[in-house]
């Protein structure tokens, strides 16, 4: 089964070269890519929940993610998404990389990662989370 990737902008960033290049070249390595356009936090949950996604990345240019990514993984959280990686991708001052981390990012890409880069790490998480529920028994407790 092809990893499932949803790829949105927070609120009114209009800045989507990127995220658009970024969903081609996963699409490009045979992942099946949403590409939700902008979004406020409880959509962006929603259509991750509806389209039943492994990842929901986060395009990010407008400087606005302090407020937009931990409100993202909140409601995709209190929507029953817990089991969504996010990954985010923009300019992210590096003062503000460990406040993401704890909000719940998995990953972020910056201008000029490599996008066989983030194919390999989304590739990589999808693996790893995949590989960590099917090591806890049915009906075992978390």
Do not use: C, W
């Amino acid at each position: 089964m092809p990893i499932r990737v949803a790829i949105f902008k927070p609120g009114l960033d209009s800045h989507y070269r990127g995220a658009l290049t970024i969903s081609r070249h996963l699409a490009s390595r045979g992942m099946e890519v949403v590409y939700l356009g902008n979004q406020l936090p409880a959509g962006a949950a929603r259509a991750a929940l509806q389209e039943d996604v492994d990842v929901l990345g986060i395009s990010s240019l407008s400087g606005n993610h302090l407020a937009t990514v931990p409100a993202v993984i909140a409601e995709l959280r209190a929507q029953g998404g817990q089991n969504i990686l996010v990954v985010l991708g923009g300019i992210i001052p590096d003062i503000d990389r460990p406040l993401m981390f704890e909000a719940g990012v998995q990953r972020i890409f910056g201008p000029g990662t490599p996008l066989e880069h983030i194919a390999q790490e989304i590739t990589l998480l999808v693996r790893e989370r995949d590989a960590a529920d099917a090591s806890v028994p049915i009906g075992s407790p978390l």
